[in-house]
């Protein structure tokens, strides 16, 4: 058995152990005001900017729901096939944090709006569904930025700043019941619930899923029970994970961190953890609260919330295509073979390459370029495809430049390196790198030349019946052009240089 550090390796604790998951993910809604004031909701403005009596928690100050926020809640519930309620209410979750100013939550707690849902998910061919405890209305809390200490976090710091700009945002939190998957999977299970959930968001317009900006969070509930038994262990939660990559990351680290506890004759303890991305560990944040601890009751400024059938039907008619027949149908469009539609999913590009298609690119050359140059310069990176700082559009641009002819696929690679590094347009990265195509026949032909008093072995092969053996004169020819030829026009013109 291995341990380093305080874990297991992943291998010795999936032996011991299977991880048991419950997820949590909070969706910030892309209402123009927030969820019981009028105050705006855009993102990065200065601090405490975008506040007033009623987000601010003052005396006096009364709440009013915003129906938009209803109506972008009933609609993911109603993706998420669950059942909408007919009536309930909201709810305070008491508790002091200082990005609290209320001192209490505005939330949904025995009576949430959408509840009893299910998804499913694809990892590596396999389905496995995803049943949906609930997902309910709340409001989201300031931000506090702790200053003077080396990680950023409160521990170590000399003083906190709070904004209250996102205080009282539209929140959806989606509550999963428990996962369990083949233990293997688990990880990687939670990482793709979390990327088709924002598919399936951004395909509703209730919010932008910006994991960055934080409008996407997951908190991720992980225990571990002995292989074999229905014992359930105790969780910890890792708090505001944010990217597809760390979901997968925190939830193994969970797992490995866990089973070395265990192992070593401890006991785990019920609290929340926060994850750090550049060790890759989650530490100890606070004890978890129970739900009697958050002393909930039935808020008494606000009616109770009772959607009409009817609305509700309007709105399911309202839905996009389902996740799992919209993959069936772009494959099919695509022309992509089941083993091709699964790398597409498990690498989380559909969406990218959709929108890539979109521009006019092919669908074979948008998956070259998601799954091979841009998912390795991910990997390299430590981060998910889509932050790198590349888009759909880029990815248009350079392909219409190698259809063109200006660019190859080796010089278009450079191309993308150099968007990945910041350095400019597809334009200007060809011109600070000089990486056009030469399409001179005249230096070409100069090449051709050079290749074939080089090697005049070769074109005795080529002279007696082996035309294949011209591949090392091509192959000579690019090099001597740094790759900046076109493959096709060397063949051309040698074909014509030897009389063949």
């Known amino acids: 058995m291995t341990v380093v550090a305080d874990v297991l390796s992943i291998d010795d604790a999936l032996g011991q152990f299977d991880p048991v998951m419950g997820l949590e993910v909070h969706v910030e809604l892309n209402t123009r005001s927030k969820m019981f004031c009028g105050c705006p909701t855009v993102f990065g403005a200065p601090p405490n900017t975008q506040t007033c009596p009623v987000c601010l928690g003052l005396p006096g100050a009364l709440p009013v729901v915003n129906?938009?926020?209803i109506e972008s809640a009933i609609k993911i519930g109603l993706a998420l096939n669950c059942e909408i309620a007919e009536w309930c209410r909201f709810a305070r979750k008491n508790y002091f944090y200082p990005d609290m100013p209320k001192n209490f939550q505005t939330s949904q707690y025995d009576e949430p709006i959408a509840f009893n849902g299910w998804t499913e998910v694809v990892v590596d061919g396999e389905t496995y569904?995803?049943?949906i405890e609930r997902a309910h209305m709340e409001e989201d809390t300031g931000k506090s930025t702790h200053v003077g200490g080396a990680t950023g976090r409160i521990h170590g710091a000399s003083h906190s700043l709070v904004d209250y700009n996102r205080a009282g945002i539209p929140l959806i939190e989606i509550v999963t019941k428990t996962i369990e998957v083949p233990p293997a999977k688990a990880a990687a299970v939670a990482r793709e619930f979390v990327s088709q959930l924002r598919d399936l968001l951004l395909?509703?317009?209730?919010?932008?899923?910006?994991?960055?900006q934080g409008s996407l969070r997951c908190?991720?509930?992980?225990?571990?029970?002995?292989s074999g038994t229905t014992t359930l262990g105790t969780r910890t939660e890792t708090k505001n994970v944010n990217s597809f990559r760390s979901v997968e990351r925190a939830i193994t680290y969970e797992i490995t961190r866990q089973a070395a506890v265990l192992v070593a004759g401890g006991s785990i303890l019920q609290e929340t953890r926060h994850?750090?991305?550049d060790t890759g560990i989650t530490t100890s944040g606070r004890e978890k609260s129970d739900a009697d601890d958050y002393r909930y009751f039935p808020e008494p400024d606000l009616v109770p919330v009772a959607p009409a059938r009817e609305w509700v039907e309007e709105i399911r008619a309202t839905l996009p295509e389902a996740p799992p027949l919209k993959r069936a149908r772009l494959q099919k469009e695509w022309g992509f073979t089941d083993l091709e539609m699964r790398d597409v999913v498990n690498g989380g590009v559909q969406t990218l390459i959709e929108q890539t298609v979109a521009l006019g690119v092919a669908a074979a050359a948008a998956k070259k370029w998601w799954l091979g140059e841009l998912a390795r310069a991910a990997n390299e990176a430590g981060k998910d495809v889509d932050t790198l700082g590349v888009g759909p559009a880029e990815i248009a641009e350079v392909q219409k430049l190698v259809d063109s002819g200006a660019l190859n696929d080796k010089l278009a690679r450079?191309?993308?390196d150099g968007l990945v590094k910041g350095e400019g347009t597809p334009a200007e990265i060809m011109a600070s790198r000089g990486l056009a195509l030469v399409s001179d026949d005249s230096a070409l032909l100069e090449a051709i030349d050079r290749a074939i008093a080089a090697t005049p072995g070769v074109v005795e092969k080529v002279n007696s019946g082996k035309p294949a053996a011209a591949g090392a004169l091509i192959g000579a020819v690019m090099k001597d052009m740094r790759g900046q030829a076109d493959a096709a026009k060397v063949r051309e013109l040698l074909n014509t240089r030897l009389g063949i």
């Open 203 to 212: 395909a509703l317009d209730v919010s932008d899923v910006r994991m960055d």
């Open 414 to 416: 450079e191309v993308f």
């Open 67 to 69: 129906a938009r926020a």
């Open 219 to 226: 908190d991720a509930n992980v225990s571990l029970k002995r």
């Open 275 to 277: 994850w750090h991305e």
């Open 129 to 131: 569904r995803i049943e």
